[in-house]
């Protein structure tokens, strides 16, 4: 059963999220019926990252196991066919060995965060990013956002209701940019928590605006403490840009590893005497 790559970028305006869910339409229920219309199965795909409603992709990464060994590309095509009408693209489609799994093989993910800072109202951007009016420093905002880089307790920066066993992170990088009337965000990790990057973000926001000081994202983030967050960023301007994946070998190797200790628990305990 051949294991199918697929590199997918998506406008989240429509969706519930990625993950499927009985209250409303996801992009994972998009690719799954474009999987069944294409080739007949119903097949359960696996996903990078639980982007939440109304977040963006132009990297998203999902894994598909298929019956048939079909060459790469007519899976893609036929997928972006089946996918219409709805705003869901397969950028790539490459098959991959076993070990490889969406989520689990992923060693990094990165986020890019949009801010349209401008005084009139969006037209084109509405939906695509985040209007901010008052006038920010993007200069002071890259400065207070290093005190993110590294690894912390999150818990300030956490939605109430994530299901992450820890709320300790390392994060890689982060960096924040004027690029015109756009304020961008860039940041990266192994995994973020529910909310981490628009909690952030809507954080930064405040240094941008002179509200808060070089030193009180440092405060909050050693308050570990929800209340301490500022307003959290809404989903338009979020995009999961990228996945980093480890090498073939090591995913393989794991996969042995996992099988070997799987059988071993399986197996029944001897007679005692």
Not at 50 to 76: E, F, I, S
Not at 184 to 210: D, K, P, T, Y
Not at 221 to 244: M, N, S
């Amino acid at each position: 059963m051949p294991r199918y790559k697929l590199t997918v970028e998506y406008d989240g305006r429509p969706f519930c999220g990625w993950q499927r869910q009985a209250n409303g339409p996801s992009v994972q229920a998009v690719i799954e019926r474009a999987l069944k219309s294409f080739c007949g199965e119903d097949i359960t795909i696996g996903g990078a990252g639980r982007t939440d409603t109304g977040v963006h992709a132009l990297g998203q990464v999902a894994h598909a196991d298929l019956n048939k060994d079909w060459p790469a590309d007519t899976v893609m095509n036929a997928l972006n066919f089946h996918c219409q009408p709805d705003p869901v693209v397969i950028l790539a489609c490459e098959k991959m060995h076993d070990g490889f799994d969406a989520r689990f093989s992923a060693i990094r993910r990165a986020y890019r965060y949009r801010i349209h800072n401008r005084v009139p109202p969006l037209t084109h951007q509405r939906g695509l990013a985040w209007h901010v009016k008052a006038p920010l420093d993007a200069e002071a905002m890259h400065a207070a956002a290093q005190e993110f880089v590294g690894h912390h307790d999150f818990t300030t920066f956490r939605h109430s209701r994530c299901q992450a066993k820890s709320p300790e992170k390392t994060l890689e990088e982060f960096s924040v940019r004027r690029e015109g009337e756009f304020v961008i965000v860039e940041c990266s990790s192994r995994s973020f928590l529910h909310n981490q990057v628009r909690s952030m973000v809507g954080s930064l926001r405040l240094v941008g605006e002179g509200r808060w000081g070089p030193g009180d994202i440092t405060k909050a983030l050693e308050a570990r403490d929800r209340t301490a967050c500022g307003p959290v960023a809404p989903a338009d301007g979020l995009y999961l840009t990228r996945v980093d994946y480890r090498s073939a070998e090591l995913d393989i190797a794991s996969l042995t590893d996992w099988l070997a200790r799987k059988a071993e628990m399986d197996a029944p305990e001897p007679d005692r005497p």
